[in-house]
């Protein structure tokens, strides 16, 4: 066991002093140690209630014959850090998570851990530490909130702000609205970033089944989290590691459910950064690949009216997964922390959908595609993501004269001031994960071009990202960023550009000469940072294209 290196032998007398000092007796240093890692804290809704499943987990993990040791990490809000600076630091707390975690595993050498995240980064970073570490570990998540009064969200309330400008809601209603559409604990209910990378870790193998979809208010998620407590003692004994499970089976499976789901554009980033800490390459090529062959079965919000509770009513992850199993999209012989392969635990879980309005059949899917397409052409040529699930039918071919904002702040004021008009398209820049830095989400512009009543008739492009809550035609990821020289630096007001989702077309309908000259005066606007993470950030993060993830060569 790698705690002997802190509890066994003459030389660790110390040590088990200080193990004493927690009141843990000598039988419990005899036994493995766990590390149970507890993203709680009292700011974000989907976190207030970790502490409940980290007892919870605990309690299994003694029942099973281990030590729990817990430790906390912080975790960002996306909702509360929107539309202001603290969008900024959103991403990077991936890594620091991810990064903190591996420096409180190593510098106290647990035999296992239990991750417990809920939240957009958290989740991600969380199972990259996994991977990095390999030391054998299970993810068990907070769960999804319930939907608000009338099958509301958090986006509905984002788009009631355009909705009062214009004059469709008043004030009072707005209120009303914000008050009931987040009902308690939870990961907020739709198919947004958190309740993605809660469902795909399941998918992936590191989380037992149910991980994704079991409501946080329920008892069934106490339960889960006892099992993944008493499961990581038998991954100890069977020497079953995270990069045991996450192989090139893994990654194909994930993609796919990906798709199925309709999930957030944010698993483009994140997905990647998790398989990298295994050694394995996931490149937009291989999104948009199994994007044109695996069908759409899902529509959650905010593509379509159920939320992940739905989901789950319906038979949750593996029903989805035993429908593209049926067709040969799934690696039946991929590993899970079950201890089981895949195959084995959809048979053993009699997995089928309970309700077609939730999950489609493979036959009569939402659409041929997966949610997500990757677009290319000179205004993107590392590649574009767009959540073509959530795009109306009228919006997936565009040709429209460009509307240029250096910022988020500028376009906000320009959509809500009324000056954004049909058939326009709006492009946002500097918001990369350098230029930003950070790669700020964008749900204020897309949720308020909706709420404006443009939601079918503007598109909007950015370099940087969305919200898993954006729906419409939100192009994002840009990459090249303008920041390093992408041609997106180079568009000015009034320019023409190209928009063709199901031809994967993203190109801006200007002469090279002229963009020649362009690029001979190109300057970019000075943007003062004055912070040390942030300023650490944009030296050494990498492309969207290939995660946002930190480089390997510094």
């Given at each position: 066991m790698r705690s002997k290196k802190m509890t066994q032998g003459l030389e660790k007398a110390p040590h088990r002093s200080l193990l004493y000092a927690l009141g843990m007796?000598?039988?419990?240093?005899?036994?493995?140690?766990?590390?149970?890692?507890?993203?709680?804290?009292?700011?974000?809704?989907?976190?207030?209630?970790?502490?409940?499943?980290?007892?919870?987990?605990?309690?299994?993990?003694?029942?099973?014959?281990?030590?729990?040791?817990?430790?906390?990490?912080?975790?960002?809000?996306?909702?509360?850090?929107?539309n202001h600076e603290g969008m900024y630091y959103s991403l990077p707390s991936r890594e620091i998570i991810a990064d903190s975690i591996e420096i409180m595993a190593s510098a106290h050498p647990f035999d296992a851990l239990v991750l417990i995240p809920n939240c957009d980064k958290i989740v991600p970073a969380m199972l990259m530490a996994a991977l990095r570490m390999n030391i054998p570990?299970?993810?068990?998540?907070?769960?999804?909130?319930?939907?608000?009064?009338?099958?509301?969200?958090?986006?509905?309330?984002?788009?009631?702000?355009?909705r009062v400008?214009?004059?469709?809601?008043?004030?009072?209603?707005?209120?009303?609205?914000?008050?009931?559409?987040?009902?308690?604990?939870?990961?907020?209910?739709?198919?947004?970033?958190a309740n993605s990378m809660n469902c795909l870790s399941e998918t992936i193998g590191l989380a037992l089944?149910?991980?994704?979809?079991?409501?946080?208010?329920?008892?069934?998620?106490?339960?889960?989290?006892?099992?993944?407590?008493?499961?990581?003692?038998d991954l100890?004994?069977?020497?079953?590691?995270?990069?045991?499970?996450?192989?090139?089976?893994?990654?194909?499976?994930?993609?796919a459910m990906d798709m199925a789901l309709g999930c957030s554009t944010n698993?483009?980033?994140?997905?990647?950064?998790?398989f990298a800490e295994a050694g394995l390459d996931l490149d937009l090529t291989?999104?948009?690949?199994?994007?044109?062959?695996?069908?759409?079965?899902?529509?959650?919000?905010?593509?379509?009216?159920?939320?992940?509770?739905?989901?789950?009513?319906?038979?949750?992850?593996?029903?989805?997964?035993?429908?593209?199993?049926?067709?040969?999209?799934?690696?039946?012989?991929?590993?899970?922390?079950?201890?089981?392969?895949?195959?084995?635990n959809l048979d053993a879980l009699g997995a089928k959908a309970k309700d077609r309005?939730?999950?489609?059949?493979?036959?009569?899917p939402y659409a041929k595609q997966g949610g997500i397409a990757i677009l290319r052409g000179n205004l993107a040529e590392q590649g574009a993501v767009v959540k073509q699930s959530a795009v109306a039918p009228a919006m997936m071919t565009q040709t429209g004269p460009a509307r240029v904002f250096n910022g988020e702040e500028d376009a906000n004021a320009a959509i809500l001031g009324g000056s954004i008009n049909p058939g326009e398209i709006i492009v946002i820049r500097y918001e990369g994960p350098r230029g930003g830095p950070g790669m700020r989400e964008m749900l204020s512009p897309t949720a308020n071009i909706g709420g404006m009543g443009l939601g079918e008739s503007v598109a909007l492009i950015t370099d940087g990202r969305f919200s898993g809550g954006t729906r419409g035609a939100a192009i994002g990821h840009v990459s090249p960023e303008a920041a390093d020289g992408g041609l997106i630096a180079l568009v000015q007001e009034g320019d023409t550009i190209e928009i063709d989702i199901p031809q994967r077309k993203l190109n801006l309908l200007v002469d090279d000469d002229e963009l020649a000259r362009r690029r001979e005066k190109l300057v970019h606007p000075t943007k003062e940072i004055t912070s040390p993470i942030l300023k650490r950030y944009s030296r050494l993060v990498t492309s969207a294209a290939s995660g946002g993830v930190y480089r390997d060569d510094m």
């Open positions: 007796t000598r039988d419990e240093m005899q036994r493995p140690l766990v590390g149970v890692v507890n993203a709680a804290n009292e700011v974000v809704p989907g976190h207030i209630h970790l502490d409940r499943i980290a007892e919870a987990v605990k309690a299994g993990v003694r029942s099973a014959g281990g030590t729990p040791m817990e430790f906390p990490v912080i975790g960002v809000c996306d909702g509360l850090a929107m570990a299970i993810v068990v998540s907070g769960g999804p909130m319930m939907a608000g009064v009338d099958d509301t969200d958090l986006i509905s309330v984002f788009e009631g702000v355009g400008k214009r004059g469709e809601m008043t004030e009072d209603e707005l209120s009303e609205l914000e008050q009931c559409a987040c009902p308690g604990c939870g990961s907020c209910s739709g198919m947004f970033t089944p149910g991980n994704g979809t079991i409501p946080a208010v329920t008892a069934e998620r106490i339960r889960l989290a006892k099992t993944a407590g008493a499961r990581v003692m100890v004994r069977e020497n079953i590691t995270p990069r045991d499970i996450v192989t090139e089976k893994a990654v194909a499976n994930a993609v698993t483009v980033l994140h997905l990647p950064a998790v291989i999104f948009d690949d199994v994007s044109r062959k695996t069908p759409n079965l899902c529509k959650l919000s905010p593509a379509g009216p159920n939320h992940i509770h739905d989901l789950h009513r319906a038979g949750g992850i593996p029903a989805v997964m035993s429908e593209l199993d049926a067709h040969g999209h799934i690696h039946r012989d991929a590993l899970t922390v079950t201890g089981h392969t895949v195959g084995e309005a939730v999950i489609r059949s493979y036959d009569e």
